[in-house]
């Protein structure tokens, strides 16, 4: 079956500093996967995606690879800032069937000034 | 834009009782929403799909006399988790699929429910 599994949380960093949240996967075919962000109070919002193997996403800073070998999608960030801090989940799409998502449980990332 | 709200953000309600969730979609027309659970420090595990003006599709294990979904217009989906048990307190959360074409999922700040 699909399913998600990222590093447990909470992260704590001081600004600037690099940062890596793990996400593996394990799916049949060709998943799309997602990393989503969650600030306080507000709903998920698509931070960036990838469709096929070998693709990077990137937005805001933020960039994830597409590793079909390793199945695994790390996020990562050269330089965190305070407004950063938020929860952070990995998830993936079924080939073809955008209407099922599989998400992580989520990680949360604090960063200090 | 693609703005979906959630009412209430949070409810408490006494053991037997019904309660309505309600999600809409602000800017956009929703033909599709989905309902969501989540549980402290797990992941969101869909529980249905609502298309408009058709019945929902709910998944394996999630109980549809109990989560009644009403998607009567393309700007409105409910959720009523009825003859509430302390079990079903929860975070549910709805997402709405963007316009057509869209794969995107835009998702709503979530309810917290608490059943005493």
């Known amino acids: 079956g699909n399913s998600v599994t990222q590093m447990e949380g909470p992260v704590t960093l001081s600004e600037e500093a690099f940062l890596t949240i793990n996400c593996t996967y394990t799916?049949?075919?060709?998943?799309?996967l997602f990393w989503y962000v969650q600030y306080p109070g507000e709903g998920l919002q698509l931070l960036l995606k990838a469709t096929k193997a070998d693709d990077k996403g990137s937005n805001k800073g933020f960039e994830a690879t597409y590793r079909k070998e390793t199945t695994s999608f790390h996020l990562e960030k050269g330089s965190v800032q305070v407004s950063d801090s938020a929860v952070y989940f990995c998830a993936l799409s079924e080939a073809y069937n955008f209407n099922k998502f599989y998400f992580g449980s989520g990680t949360k990332l604090n960063v200090k000034p | 834009g693609a703005v979906v709200s959630q009412h209430p953000s949070w409810v408490i309600c006494k053991s037997g009782t019904s309660v309505k969730i309600e999600c809409r979609s602000l800017d956009f027309q929703a033909t599709t929403m989905f309902w969501y659970r989540q549980f402290p420090k797990q992941s969101l595990m869909l529980m249905a799909t609502?298309?408009?003006?058709?019945?929902?599709?709910?998944e394996q294990g999630v109980e549809k006399d109990k989560f009644l979904i009403n998607h009567a217009s393309l700007t409105l989906s409910t959720l009523t988790v009825t003859s509430a048990h302390p079990e079903d307190s929860s975070f549910y959360i709805c997402?709405?699929?963007?316009?057509?074409?869209?794969?995107?999922?835009?998702f709503g700040p979530g309810t917290r429910l608490t059943v005493t």
């Open positions: 799916a049949t075919g060709y998943p799309s």
């Open positions: 997402s709405a699929r963007g316009p057509t074409g869209s794969y995107e999922q835009y």
């Open positions: 609502s298309n408009e003006g058709s019945k929902a599709t709910y």
